[in-house]
């Protein structure tokens, strides 16, 4: 299933005013311990969405390329599609994204920065899948945390936000995790399956538009549903990661000095 794991990568910039905070040092840690990773436990539940540091706001051309891809449980389990993705291995992909200033209750001094989602994810999943391939995303109007792709053959994919969590470290990154469900329907039979994505952001002294201003480490990990017949036989681990450099190139002036 290469297409369901493509669009995992819409996690990217699509991270879904209540972010769970965790342990100080927990999700920078989770990073650096790529490839031994286990499910984040201690988060909460999603609510509302997820506000970012003023230094993101605006436009940006991001290059993502994957660094690294693991299939923990292999030979025993491994994702379909896993063998595949192989093929974007050191293969930069770029798109547009942007961050915008949100106004809760409609008062000024509420303003917070988040995530352009439905813009984001069309772009990205564009960008990776083509535009025959990918029609549209929308975003659930009575909630930031769903989101749904219109693909090519009325093939729909349902992305749920369930947890989050948030950092900032003594250095100055912003990290974010989030834990979802994604449900592939329009093929022969619906496909789900569970997802974390943890990203660690980090602005750059760079002005110039020929260098990043931000870059941002990524791991994605893949688990089975419990739907799935090798759910038990993974003791709910992750049964694929991907590991990802993101550069963020400005394309207009963001205000961010």
């Known amino acids: 299933m290469k297409l369901i794991w493509t669009l995992c990568l819409i996690l990217l910039l699509v991270f879904c005013t209540d972010n769970g905070n965790v342990k100080a040092g927990e999700l920078n840690q989770r990073l650096q311990n790529f490839p031994q990773w286990e499910k984040l436990t201690l988060v ?9 540091p003023e230094w993101i706001k605006g436009e940006w051309l991001v290059k993502s390329t994957m660094l690294d891809l693991v299939a923990p449980l ?4 491994v994702t379909p599609g896993f063998e595949s993705n192989r093929q974007f291995l050191d293969q930069p992909v770029s798109f547009q994204v942007r961050f915008i200033d949100s106004l809760l209750n409609q008062k000024a001094e509420n303003k917070k920065v988040i995530a352009d989602r439905a813009y984001n994810s069309l772009n990205l999943a564009q960008a990776v899948l ?14 930031p945390n769903r989101q749904i792709t219109f693909l090519r053959g009325e093939r729909q994919l349902v992305s749920i936000v369930k947890s989050r969590a948030t950092e900032t470290t003594a250095d100055g990154k912003f990290i974010t995790t989030e834990v979802f469900q994604q449900l592939f329907k329009g093929g022969s039979r619906p496909y789900l399956n569970s997802v974390e994505s943890t990203t660690a952001y980090e602005r750059l002294s760079s002005l110039s538009t020929s260098n990043p ?19 038990f036989k993974a003791a709910n681990k992750p049964v694929a ?16 000095g």
């Open 130 to 143: 083509g535009n025959d391939v990918v029609k549209a995303v929308k975003l659930d109007p009575n909630s």
């Open 44 to 52: 909460k539940s999603a609510v509302g969405d997820l506000i970012y």
């Open 241 to 256: 990661l991907y590991k990802y450099r993101l550069e963020f190139f400005p394309i207009t002036s963001k205000g961010n």
């Open 213 to 231: 201003v931000i870059e941002a480490d990524q791991v994605t990990a893949i688990y089975l549903s419990p739907q799935d017949p090798d759910y």
């Open 74 to 77: 292999a030979p025993d389990i």
